[in-house]
């Protein structure tokens, strides 16, 4: 196993962490966003104000994008099992 081969492996897993994880980020930062700017305008700071909208955003987004998230796992789970052999040998 070349010095290569880890990086790429690496790079690809990062990368599908990455695509994983933009969903429901983003979700919640435009939620958050939002809702700041409706804080600030209105010049209400209730914490549970932020916290609920961006938890329940963030479970819709889940349930949205929760079929693709999984199947991108699974995909490279098993790109990454077939590719076993080829990595050690």
Do not use: N
């Not at 081969?5 to 990062?14: F, K, P, R």
């Not at 700041?36 to 938890?55: D, N």
């Not at 949205?64 to 790109?79: E, K, N, P, S």
């Amino acid at each position: 196993m070349t010095s290569d081969t880890i990086l790429t492996v690496g790079q690809e897993a990062m990368k599908v962490a990455m695509l994983l994880s933009a969903p429901l980020l983003l979700t919640a930062l435009v939620v958050g966003v939002l809702i700041g700017m409706l804080q600030a305008a209105t010049q209400i700071q209730e914490m549970t104000l932020s916290f609920i909208p961006k938890l329940i955003a963030t479970a819709f987004a889940l349930a949205i994008a929760g079929h693709w998230m999984l199947t991108l796992l699974v995909d490279y789970t098993r790109q990454l099992f077939m590719s076993i052999p080829g990595l050690i040998g």
